[in-house]
Structures are given as C-alpha cells and as structure tokens.
C-alpha cells in the first residue's frame, strides 16, 4: 500500500485499527433503529443492499425510500427494512445502506422499491406522487447456501431536459464483482459471518463474501498482499490474495478449540493465534499450514501483537487474569508477566512503547 512508505509497521497497525473500529461503528450507525439484522439459515444467503449516487445534478430533490423486495424466480421477497430519506444534496457522492435481509438459495433479477414524499426544492406539488420502481438487475446475482452478497441501486443523477417533469426517476440495479487491487478496508461483522470490502478511495462498500462463522479477527499482509480470516467455527484460517480477493487456502487448526484472535509476523512468515478454551498460543508456519510450535500461557488468552524491540516478541492480554503476557515470538517462551488494570483488551506497541487498553476502568 502507498501508505507504508510514509509509516513504519507499528504505525500502520494502528491506522488499521482505528479505520476497523470506525468502519465497524458506521456500519451499524447507517443501518438506523428501524432495521433488524438477519442471521443467515440453512439454505438460505444474505443480500446487503447499498444506494449510491452517479452523475452531477444542482437540483434539490429529496424523497423516501422503502418497500424494498427481490424478486427471487418468481417470488417478491421483502427486506427487513424501513424507509430511508435521501436528499440529493446530502447522498451526492455518498453511499447509504438501505437494508439487509436472509434469501433462499437462487437467482435474484429484479429489485423494486418505493418513492415517497417526493419534493423538489423543498416542495412537493404535481408531477410529483408517490412511485413504485421497478429494475432489473444488469445480470441475474445468484444466492448460494451461506452466501453473503452486496446489491447496488444507483441513482443517475441529470439536469431536466426541455419538455422533462420536475422530476425523472433515472435508477439502475446491479451485484457486486470481487474487486481488485490494494486500496481496500476489511471488516469482519462477526455476527453475520460476513466480510466485507471497503474501498478506501471512496469509503465504499464494494464486496461482500460469506464464510464459516462464528468470525474471529483479521491480518493483512500488505507486502505479500494476504488477507487472513479466522474462522472460531471451523477452527481454520482462511487465506485470500488481497490483490484479486480469490481464496487461495484454508489452513486447519484442529489442536484449537475457539480460536479467535491472531497476528502475523513482520516478514508474514506465521501467524499467532490464541485459544481461550485452552489457554494456548499457536505459532502458525504459513508456509507449510503447519502448527510450528504451541504453548499455555496465563488464563482465557485473547488480544495478541507481534512486536519487534530488538528481539520479536508476542503481547498477549488476558483479561480475566488482569495481566499482559510477553512471550518470544520464535519459542514461545514466556519472558515477562505485566500486571494490568480491569479487563485488559486492545494492544498497541507504538516507538519502544506498548500500549494497553482496558474495557473495565
């Protein structure tokens, strides 16, 4: 990424974290009170459904969007969503998430929609009623079992032309492609075993891909462009080239029992992983999907950073045992207890400094 020629790794592991942790709060933020998260059922995919906005207009329109259902083969199926109000002046240049909803397995084609409480200018008057929109999409998306997906209305935004209504309802309809090159966010919504790509040009919700939940933590190798995923449910890492986004491996971890969170090395040679079933930290050879080493450290092991002062080593929080543990990064062995306040989770280890964030104090 460009950025790394302008931070250090440590840096760069900070930024990530705090764009994750804001990518995660508007995330739920934008859903608004009105909307229910679906959990994914046998047989059944998710569809996130985005509004976006292309084209230039001076116009101020503004309306109500809702009523939002997909036509799945010949059956409208409704999103658990309610209304959304757009203003032109506002969603320009912006991305909105109308809803989220669980569907059966199949192709999708159309999407319809209502527009209410039309106004232009600030007024509404005739020529301006309530509409019902219809599209197709530009090709069939199909839904596959535990599948998760990103659907896209776009708004083409115009001046009037001579003869025109006040306002001309120009939408189309389309499903994600995988997208490509480095400049993109990940976020795992652990929930709804999804996750989801972010362009960070743009801060746009590009891409979506289901997998095995329930989802631990994420790495990103920028160098080698890996993405990791740890799956707690399947107990495995999943590998992704963050370059295209395609699978390229799943990497078993049948010792562990809920794994969930994990770090990657600085040369991205292993990835370490801690199981708070067990009170173990794996050493991970990506490479060979090997387990390289293991050992127990502490009590309900969680948060974990791999940092280099010299000598690479591990920072490993355990909250319950209200201590931070500092193992070495090549044998695991344990170097240094830290004595912490309540509920030690976040770790940062910033210019020979490590920092500790509590949840309980």
Known sequence: MKIANLFNLS??????????????????????????ISRKLQDQALASIYFSTTGVSTERISFEL??????????WIDVPAGSTAIDRQVVQGQQLFLGLGGFPVGDCTRIRFSLKNIKVDGKSGPGLDDQRIELSMNKPVSFADGDSTCLFIDWHLAPPAPGEARFVPRFSARGQNLPLGSDLAYVVCDDIDTLYMVRTDVNFVVAALGLPGPLGEIAVD???????????????????NSANSQALDRIPLQIAVKPRHLCLSDDGSFAYVTDAATNRVLKVDLSSGLIANQTSVGFRPERIIFFDDGSSRLAVSSPTAQRVFILSADT?????????GLEAESLLYWQNRLYVGERGN
């Open 11 to 36: 840096c760069l592991r900070a930024l990530w974290l705090l764009l994750i942790s804001v990518m995660l709060v508007g995330c739920v933020a934008s859903a608004g009170d009105n909307r229910k």
């Open 66 to 75: 809702g009523d939002l259902s997909l036509l799945m083969g010949d059956l």
């Open 222 to 240: 920028a160098d080698l462009r890996r993405l990791y995923v740890l799956s707690m449910g399947e107990r495995a890492i999943y590998v992704f």
């Open 332 to 340: 695991l062995e344990l170097q240094r207890e830290i004595p912490v």
